[in-house]
């Protein structure tokens, strides 16, 4: 089973959405539209962001 986690290859910021787009098997481009449309987005980014642990780099 695949963990939440942020991404360190797929990262703009802080690689929430691309961990969020792995997870999910979708777009980091569709969590990031997603991201921009949700009320209070900046501290939602800003939790997950502190929360989440990065992922291991993979080669």
């Given at each position: 089973m695949a963990k939440?986690?942020?991404s360190s290859a797929d990262l703009s910021?802080?690689?929430v959405c691309g961990g969020i787009a792995a997870f999910f098997e979708i777009s980091?481009?569709?969590v990031r539209i997603i991201?921009?449309?949700l009320p209070g987005?900046?501290?939602i980014y800003l939790i997950l962001a502190n929360t989440l642990p990065v992922s291991p780099?993979?080669?």
């Open positions: 939440l986690q942020r910021i802080a690689g980091s481009l569709a991201f921009l449309l987005n900046l501290l780099e993979t080669l």
